[in-house]
């Protein structure tokens, strides 16, 4: 089955990006779309986050990683994060360690939750 | 004198309401009263979800910018713990509604010294002064911190007779495991007076007494009722009826069954040898 890809739209309403940041690692992973980010495809976005990740720069924030996927959990289970309300970011970084850290930040518009 | 750690009663501000909104304020006036006073300041990140419930986990406790510079500060605060690190700073290049933000993110245990570090530096990243050099030695500075802070809590262990349970308590730091190098080094100068009682090996055991693990090695090869059986056997049996591979690699190497005897004869008085080394050094460790 093909994976489900995430276009870039014009202007979307809502944005947002994971990002693995350390020494020598800059990764992200980010979502820009006019439909509201489902914990389901948030998930998978953290989990691409991770496939780009060397199994050495994985095992150093795994611990990081585990904590993201928990706090998705719980973004959902209080009914997902909305910036249009507030006009302010959302933003939550785990460091496993000095200089390591998996982050999620988001921009715009809504995000984690049920499908609609 | 040993000061009086007046922040201690907030250990539990993320079990405790009236902690976790006493750290809050803590922040709150402790940063605001040093920002840039003729700038404009406004909240900077939300921890609230739709459900309007907020997210009391410190992460961030505070936040703060002042849109005319685009500067953001976010400041979580983490219990304090020995598995995680004292105080730790990056930047993060962001954005506001598709405008870029720099932001500084803190990440700190409650202690004196940690507030009286964040305003220092969150003074000079609103002036525009934070180089990536001062990151850095505050990196190195708190590094050092936080492997005193791990060395000091394995000391106490060792004072108090339990070692063992001590290093399987230490498990838990996994990725964050002390280097002995470090330990020798801290544990000389956190407190003399027990330095007694540690005993440091420099190499690991098994590489000091690799010797001793190969030739005991060898002998399971050898101790076994299978070689006991050869062994007869090639004692007993003319060469052309020795039909077992073992046999025949013995006999290849030693010739005949007199040099294999003096050979196992050498091999059991090294470890002997060896063993006696080993006790010798046990001996040390438990009469220090």
Redesign the interface.
């Known amino acids: 089955m093909a994976k489900k890809q995430y276009k870039e739209e014009k202007d979307p309403l809502h944005r947002g990006r994971f990002q693995a940041?350390g020494k020598s690692l800059e990764e992200s992973v980010k979502w820009e779309r006019n439909t509201p980010l489902t914990v389901k495809e948030g998930k998978r976005l953290l989990n691409k986050l991770r496939d780009k990740l060397t199994n050495s720069d994985l095992?150093?924030r795994e611990s990081a990683f585990s904590k993201q996927n928990l706090n998705i959990d719980?973004?959902f289970k209080?009914?997902?994060?909305?910036?249009g309300?507030?006009r302010?970011?959302?933003?939550?970084?785990?460091?496993?360690?000095?200089?390591e850290?998996v982050?999620i930040?988001i921009?715009?518009g809504?995000a984690f939750?049920r499908q609609e | 004198m040993k000061r009086i750690d007046k922040y201690l009663k907030y250990e539990n501000f993320l079990t405790n309401k009236k902690s976790y909104l006493s750290c809050e304020k803590l922040w709150k006036e402790s940063i605001e009263s040093i920002l840039p006073k003729n700038k404009h300041h406004e909240e900077w990140i939300i921890n609230q979800y739709i459900n309007e419930t907020i997210d009391m986990d410190g992460n961030p406790i505070y936040s703060v910018w002042i849109p005319e510079l685009k500067y953001a500060l976010r400041i979580i605060q983490i219990e304090r713990n020995l598995n995680a690190q004292i105080f730790n700073i990056w930047i993060n290049d962001t954005e506001y509604e598709n405008e870029p933000v720099k932001e500084l993110v803190i990440s700190v245990q409650l202690y004196r010294e940690t507030i009286k570090e964040t305003t220092k530096i969150v003074k000079t990243f609103f002036s525009s002064k934070l180089t990536q050099e001062k990151i850095d030695s505050l990196h190195k500075k708190y590094e050092k911190k936080w492997e005193q802070e791990k060395v000091s809590y394995v000391i106490k262990y060792i004072k108090k007779d339990v070692g063992i349970i001590m290093f399987k308590r230490l498990k838990n730091y996994e990725l964050n495991q002390i280097d002995p190098k470090n330990f020798k080094e801290y544990s000389i100068n956190i407190e003399d007076d027990i330095l007694g009682n540690i005993y440091f090996i420099n190499d690991s055991l098994e590489n000091r007494f690799s010797k001793l693990h190969n030739s005991l090695n060898n002998l399971n090869n050898v101790l076994t009722v299978k070689c006991q059986w050869d062994f007869e056997k090639m004692s007993n049996y003319p060469k052309n009826k020795r039909t077992d591979d073992y046999a025949k690699e013995i006999f290849r190497q030693y010739g005949n069954s007199h040099n294999y005897f003096i050979s196992l004869l050498s091999k059991v008085n090294k470890i002997e040898e060896e063993t006696e080394e080993f006790k010798e050094l046990m001996k040390s460790i438990i009469q220090k």
């Open positions: 940041q095992k150093i719980r973004i209080n009914g997902g994060i909305d910036i309300k507030m302010k970011n959302y933003s939550k970084s785990f460091e496993p360690g000095i200089k850290r982050d930040e921009f715009l809504k939750i």
